[in-house]
C-alpha cells in the first residue's frame, strides 16, 4: 500500500499518462485525495470524450465533462480514467485501458462504470455492449452504436439522453439503440447531467454484486437541479496535475538504515521482500548495509 508521506502527495492527483500502453490512448488518470490511505477500493469511472476533443494534445480532455468537473470542484470519490482518441473509440483498446488501471491501481472491480457523450456516447454503448460483465452502470449522452449486437446493453443499468434538436448526432441514433435493445428485452431511457453530484451517487448505487442488478429509479432530477448543477460548482479544485512519472517519484519511500538492521529485517518492518528491496535498489542480497544509507523501499 501506497502511505501518504508529505501533504503535498495528500492531495488529490490529475495525472497525464503518455505513451503507457502501446499502441493505446494516452489519457487523464485522477486519483482521489485519500487513495493512498483509503482502507477500501475505489471504484473507476471511464469518461469518454467527443469528436470535438479528439487529436494528440491531452489538455483538450480537461474541456469539458468528469475532469472538466473535478477541476471545478466537483469532488468524485473515484479513480477517474479519460483517455484521448484521435479518430473514435474501440473497446477492445478500452478493455486494455481498463485492465492496466485495475491491474496497477487498487480498484474496486465490482464499481466500474462508464460515461461518455457524442461520439463518446457511441464509445460507450459500444463498450457496454461488448463487456456487459466488467460495467456495474453507465451513462451515455447523444450518442448511438456501432456494434453489431446490442442485447449486452440489457444486462447494465444504463441511462440515455439525447436532445431532439441535436444536428450533430440526429437523435434516432439513440433510437436505433433502444430500439435495438427492446428486441432483447425491457430497458429505460434517462436523463442525467456529468456535473450532478447525483450522477456519481446514481453510478455508485450499482455494483455487479447486486442481486439481478437491477437499475436504481429513485434519482428525480428537477429542472431547476438541472439548471443550477454547472452554476453550482466552485471554480476551484485541489488537485494537483503532474505527468505519470512526477506522480510515481512522489510515491517512493525510503529508509534510512540503522546499525544492526538487515534487508530481511527492513523489508519485514516494511511489508516487502528482501527481492523487491533488491530489485528497487539494484543491490544484492549480500550487499553490506551501512547506517546512514538509504534504502527504497517502495
Known sequence: M?????PLFCKAQLIACHNVIPNNYNFWLYLPEDFATAPEKKPVILFLHGRSLSGDDLSLVRRYGCIDA???GRKIDAIVIAPQSKTGWKPEKLMELYNWVTTNYRSD????YVLGMSMGGFGTLDFVATYPEKVAAAMAMCGGSNVNSLCGLNEVPLWIIHGMADVAVPVNQSERVVDSMCLCGDTSRLIFKFYLQQTYDWLFSHALTDSLRPTNKDYSI???LLNAAYNDLENKSDIQIVDLQSYKDSQKQY???????????????NNSTVSILCKLNNIKK???LWPGRKIRVK
Open 2 to 6: 501506497l502511505l501518504c508521506l508529505l
Open 70 to 72: 473535478l477541476l471545478r
Open 222 to 224: 428537477s429542472k431547476e
Open 255 to 269: 529508509y534510512v538504515v540503522k546499525k544492526g538492521d538487515t534487508l530481511s529485517s527492513i523489508a519485514v518492518e
Open 109 to 112: 472491480i465490482t464499481r466500474f
Open 286 to 288: 549480500d550487499t553490506k
